[in-house]
């Protein structure tokens, strides 16, 4: 079955969202590189 990998993807976007979103509120002086 696939809901194994598809959880793991969903698991993986939402841990880098959250990376991402705590990095950018580390450092509120600085501008977003994107």
Avoid: C, D, W
Avoid at 3 to 28: E, F, M, N, W
């Amino acid at each position: 079955m696939m809901t194994k990998k598809l959880y793991r993807g969903v698991l993986l976007l939402l841990a880098a969202a959250a990376v991402g979103t705590a990095a950018s509120a580390a450092q509120p002086g600085r501008e977003p590189t994107n």
